[in-house]
């Protein structure tokens, strides 16, 4: 009990000293007068930016004698997916040509591939992207 004492009146004496010094200031006193000094508080969550809807492409009537492209961004079971796909559509629907192409560039599903682009506007009748879950 006397050394609970003893530690609270430490403490107290110290937390006087602090208070008496002149070059100590508390955080009320360091601020000013109320009004006198203003934060800026920013929002941890940030703006994402607007976005812009687009239309979706129009549906094929059929895909009788259509090619459809089979593309693959690299993700891991894609290949085995698309090249199921692939057999599938050349049992069932033997009319419908199907290419397969890996996407090239670094990065996944964002990276461009601009040759591979131009390929399917000029070729492609469809595109089946295949780009992991």
Request: glycine share 10%.
């Amino acid at each position: 009990m006397k050394r609970h004492i003893s530690i609270t009146l430490i403490a107290l004496l110290f937390l006087g000293l602090f208070y008496i010094y002149p070059g100590f200031k508390t955080p009320i006193q360091a601020q000013g007068q109320p009004g006198e000094q203003k934060i800026t508080v920013l929002s941890p969550r940030g703006q994402p930016p607007p976005i812009q809807l687009k239309q979706m492409a129009p549906r094929l009537d059929s895909l009788n004698r259509k090619t459809v492209y089979l593309v693959n961004d690299g993700y891991l079971g894609t290949d085995i997916l698309l090249g199921e796909m692939q057999a599938w559509f050349k049992a069932n629907m033997p009319e419908v040509t199907t290419i397969y192409k890996m996407k090239g560039g670094m990065g996944g599903f964002t990276a461009e591939d601009p040759a591979l682009w131009a390929e399917i506007k000029e070729k492609a009748d469809a595109v089946i992207m295949g780009m992991g879950h």
